[in-house]
């Protein structure tokens, strides 16, 4: 049994540094490691799923993100999001709160700054239009900042009043520590109403993002959903219906090229 665990541990060592040697000897290995260059002609898929219990009563949630972008040989990319899509599960019924977008936006290895317009969707509450700017600053694959700040043009539910005003804000930073693994924190805040922060990595499973590549995230935090609070108003028809929670998550991340 001691040679057998012996033998499977020399395996191991040896896999590890054969592997290290091939990818040294790769022409990746001159790739930089904060700022690599963008992929073009290339479609990323990506998202992201928070998953939560509940801690102030029965249930549970999610908060998550999703998008299909094509990058052009030019740099230029069009694509489709769902940014954010959260819900809750509580016995008063569910809660859901999406925003669903078709974005365009100016990619350049280091920069990015673009607009999505689309809609926004409440199950109990109002929806309306949603529009949301959002840039990064660094390397995509590499170190980045990025940001995205949101807009909604709705309906107040009291009042009947349109209004356009901001609805979330979300923004993430990414730090390689090695050619496939990175540090990531993210955060969130919507003002109607949901909100989550996370920390944890990212590896690159095949590739370092060219088409073809697979990166897989894990990392832990918090999330909070709101889908309107508990009515405060002696007259209850106004606000009929809420659901909300609050708990920790971990949340998994798929970043897949094609």
Same mark, same amino acid.
């Given at each position: 049994?001691?040679?057998?665990?012996?033998?499977?541990?020399?395996?191991?060592?040896?896999?590890?540094?054969?592997?290290?040697?091939?990818?040294?000897?790769?022409?990746?290995?001159?790739?930089?490691?904060?700022?690599?260059?963008?992929?073009?002609?290339?479609?990323?898929?990506?998202?992201?799923?928070?998953?939560?219990?509940?801690?102030?009563?029965?249930?549970?949630?999610?908060?998550?993100?999703?998008?299909?972008?094509?990058?052009?040989?030019?740099?230029?990319?069009?694509?489709?999001?769902?940014?954010?899509?959260?819900?809750?599960?509580?016995?008063?019924?569910?809660?859901?709160?999406?925003?669903?977008?078709?974005?365009?936006?100016?990619?350049?290895?280091?920069?990015?700054?673009?607009?999505?317009?689309?809609?926004?969707?409440?199950?109990?509450?109002?929806?309306?239009?949603?529009?949301?700017?959002?840039?990064?600053?660094?390397?995509?694959?590499?170190?980045?900042?990025?940001?995205?700040?949101?807009?909604?043009?709705?309906?107040?539910?009291?009042?009947?009043?349109?209004?356009?005003?901001?609805?979330?804000?979300?923004?993430?930073?990414?730090?390689?520590?090695?050619?496939?693994?990175?540090?990531?924190?993210?955060?969130?805040?919507?003002?109607?109403?949901? *909100?989550?922060?996370?920390?944890?990595?990212?590896?690159?499973?095949?590739?370092?993002?060219?088409?073809?590549?697979?990166?897989?995230?894990?990392?832990?935090?918090?999330?909070?959903?709101?889908?309107?609070?508990?009515?405060?108003?002696?007259?209850?028809?106004?606000?009929?219906?809420?659901?909300?929670?609050?708990?920790?998550?971990? *949340?998994?991340?798929?970043?897949?090229?094609?």
């Amino acid at each position: 049994m001691l040679l057998h665990a012996a033998a499977l541990v020399l395996s191991l060592v040896a896999g590890a540094a054969r592997a290290e040697a091939e990818e040294a000897a790769a022409p990746e290995a001159k790739r930089p490691l904060m700022l690599p260059p963008l992929a073009r002609n290339m479609v990323r898929v990506q998202g992201t799923v928070r998953p939560f219990f509940n801690l102030i009563g029965p249930g549970g949630g999610a908060i998550g993100d999703l998008s299909v972008e094509y990058y052009f040989q030019r740099p230029f990319k069009l694509g489709f999001e769902l940014s954010p899509f959260a819900f809750v599960l509580v016995p008063e019924g569910p809660g859901t709160i999406v925003h669903a977008r078709l974005r365009g936006a100016f990619s350049s290895d280091y920069v990015e700054v673009g607009l999505g317009i689309g809609g926004r969707m409440q199950y109990f509450g109002p929806s309306g239009l949603s529009v949301a700017p959002a840039m990064r600053l660094g390397s995509l694959d590499g170190l980045h900042l990025r940001a995205e700040m949101g807009y909604s043009l709705i309906r107040n539910y009291y009042t009947r009043q349109t209004q356009f005003a901001l609805s979330h804000v979300t923004g993430g930073l990414d730090v390689p520590v090695t050619r496939r693994l990175a540090i990531t924190l993210d955060g969130g805040y919507g003002v109607d109403l949901w *909100a989550y922060a996370t920390l944890g990595v990212r590896q690159w499973i095949t590739g370092h993002g060219e088409p073809g590549s697979l990166a897989i995230g894990a990392s832990a935090g918090a999330a909070w959903v709101v889908d309107r609070f508990p009515c405060q108003y002696g007259d209850i028809d106004p606000c009929r219906g809420a659901a909300w929670g609050l708990g920790p998550t971990i *949340a998994v991340r798929v970043d897949r090229r094609f």
